[in-house]
């Protein structure tokens, strides 16, 4: 059976992470590599019109072997795309995305599933085709009995009992109507036939209507955790290169898909915590300070980067009333709690809501020599509080009439920042 002359291409599957994993894992532009794909299918559809790569048969003297076969596989795939990088590369590549699929002895192309089905419907089609032109051929043995929809006779008498049914329909209306009831409408005379569902793809429906089943895009699988890793690594790249102009993209360290598989479960899934964790990485005065400034080798020290995940969600995920007054749980019967509640007051005044998430974990304890003294939940948070809003704390508190702030971790004396123990 011949193939097809054309090829079809998702509306999805150009921005699907199997081609943005594949084009990066291969060093191309996404856009080149979507038109290597187009030839992958030009030539598939004519050369697998199973959509598989199946083993050749076994011959005298050699054995059937799968594995030997996946080589020829591999070229004859790489040739039909004009591949000239590393052989083996870019069929490594497809396995590696899910756009090839081991089933057994033989290897899926999952571009071809759409072109298998119509091409299975063509086959089913001209073999009903066939059974039909040799049933009518057989006049000597008798005439076979005519199937739904291929005699005219029979069309004929179909259309005339549709019509009957749906004049006797309008009549039960209008007694219904007239009467103050509705009659049951009569059903149409049963046909005297089974509609084979093996031989014919088509769904009945109402009469004289049918519904051909439409198959759905197949899903685009799940890309492979290196992929994801090797992902998150260009787009850390990305901010780093952004934070430090001049600054060379970095080579992605051995360890870094085992740290960003530890890293995501850590943070319960939620990459968009870990990106802000390397952002506030690259913005603090310790990874301005390493040289090279900002790299993922540092970053990824087991003291590091818990320190820059935030506490809360996003801005994105927080949709608080602006016009609301804030809920703020202090004591303003202390001088120390009623200047906090002031400093908090205006930073929701000020629509800093994500700020306010933050400084309103941390609890007035007293104001000494004119300095508000703030107690915070840990290190890690003070360490956070101080690089990201320590300055904007110092302008509030001055506005209130104090000289300044000073931090102080739980119940513990506030600690000189040389003494602390934390890198800066």
């Known amino acids: 059976m011949g193939g097809l002359d054309w090829v079809q291409v998702d509306v999805g599957f150009p921005m699907s992470l199997a081609v943005v994993g594949a084009a990066r894992l291969l060093g191309m532009e996404r856009r080149a590599f979507l038109g290597a794909i187009v030839e992958l299918q030009i030539w598939a559809v004519q050369a697998l019109p199973s959509g598989r790569f199946e083993p050749f048969p076994a011959s005298a003297g050699r054995p059937r072997d799968a594995s030997a076969d996946e080589a020829i596989w591999c070229e004859a795939v790489e040739g039909a795309v004009r591949w000239t990088g ?56 008798g005439r076979p009995q005519d199937a739904t929809g291929t005699s005219a006779a029979r069309k004929k008498k179909e259309k005339e009992t549709e019509k009957k049914s749906l004049l006797s329909a309008a009549a039960a209306m209008e007694v219904g109507m007239s009467t103050g009831h509705l009659e049951p409408v009569p059903l149409p005379p049963p046909t005297d036939e089974a509609v084979s569902v093996d031989d014919d793809p088509v769904q009945l429906a109402l009469p004289g209507t049918h519904l051909v089943p439409v198959s759905l895009p197949p899903e685009a699988p799940a890309p492979a955790p290196e992929v994801r ?35 995501l479960e850590k943070v319960g899934g939620d990459e968009g915590r870990l990106m802000a964790a390397c952002r506030g990485y690259l913005q603090s005065d310790w990874g301005r300070s ?19 995940v935030p506490h809360e969600p996003s801005d994105a ?7 609301a007054p804030p809920s703020l749980d202090v004591d303003v019967s202390t001088p120390a709690g009623l200047a906090w509640h002031r400093c908090l007051t205006r930073l929701h005044d000020q ?8 400084l309103q974990k941390a609890r007035p304890v007293d104001v000494e020599d004119g300095r508000l003294i703030l107690a915070v939940p840990d290190v890690y948070f003070r360490q956070w509080v101080e690089e990201n809003y320590g300055a904007l704390v110092e302008l509030l508190v001055r506005d209130c009439g104090l000289l300044g702030v000073s931090w ?6 506030d600690v000189p920042e040389a003494a602390s123990g934390l890198p800066r």
């Open 86 to 141: 590393t052989p083996g590369a870019f069929w490594d590549t497809l396995l590696r995305t899910g756009v090839l699929v081991r089933e057994g002895d033989c290897i899926r192309l999952t571009l071809c599933d759409r072109y298998v089905q119509v091409l299975e419907k063509r086959r089913k089609d001209a073999e009903r085709k066939r059974r039909e032109r040799a049933a009518k051929a057989a006049g000597s043995t």
């Open 229 to 263: 890793a090797q992902a998150f690594f260009e787009s850390f790249q990305d901010e780093r290169v952004r934070a430090f102009r001049g600054a060379p993209r970095e080579v992605q360290p051995p360890a870094w898909t085992d740290w960003y598989r530890h890293a």
């Open 290 to 308: 390493r040289q090279p400034v900002g790299t993922a080798v540092a970053f990824c020290s087991p003291k590091v980067w818990v320190r820059y």
């Open 317 to 323: 995920a927080v949709t608080p009333d602006a016009s």
């Open 351 to 358: 629509g800093k809501r994500y700020a306010l998430l933050w």
């Open 408 to 413: 102080r971790v739980g119940a513990q004396e």
